[in-house]
């Protein structure tokens, strides 16, 4: 089984997607893991990546399928939960002619609701470990001692996207390229709309019976 899961920044993906793949015993594919990792390594693709991120619009379609095209290599016929990919229609396009070279296919497509407003609280407040990647919130999730990670004591930062003045660029970006998915999965029949607001494990009951349905 090969699940989608997107929604506009900060509707919870993240949290999600590490319940999901255990449910269902998927391999989790983040693309922002991904590109994070390239980014660190200051490979080529990672360098030219950065530039995109750090000015809150969509990473190209080429960089982005090149990425997901080398996970699928190693993986082969197992199931995946593929977060934060596609963006885009065209993503949408490359994944499924992807997936029919390995004779597999999206099952679903599991869109998370959540409202403006309360996307930006989310991204403002998160912090992420600079060491090993955990994510906090300054209200909904605050570490122990600020700006430390009580995993490994490492600092603790806010991603450049996450900041105010960036975080309307990236929904404004979101709304334009990235809402059109809808149309695409729901004429594909793969489409399921799923609340994404209130506590995790409600959200992801909902997600359980959506997958499920």
Partial sequence: MNLVLFGPPGAGKGTQSQLIAEKFHLTHVSTGDLL???IKAQTPLGLE???YLDSG???SDSIVVGLIQEVMKVQKKAGMLLDGFPRT???AE???LLLKNENAQVNRAIFLEVPRELLKSRLTGRRICSSCGATFHTILKPSKNA???DLCQGKLEQRPDDKEEVIDTRLEVYEKSTAPLKSYFQKAQKFVNVDGVGEPNSVFDRIC???KS
Avoid: E, N
């Fill in 57 to 59: 619009v969509l990473v």
């Fill in 89 to 91: 229609t065209a993503q």
């Fill in 49 to 51: 990546a950065k530039k």
């Fill in 209 to 211: 019976s959506a997958v």
């Fill in 147 to 149: 700006g430390i990670c």
């Fill in 36 to 38: 994070r990792a390239a």
């Fill in 94 to 96: 490359s994944l499924d």
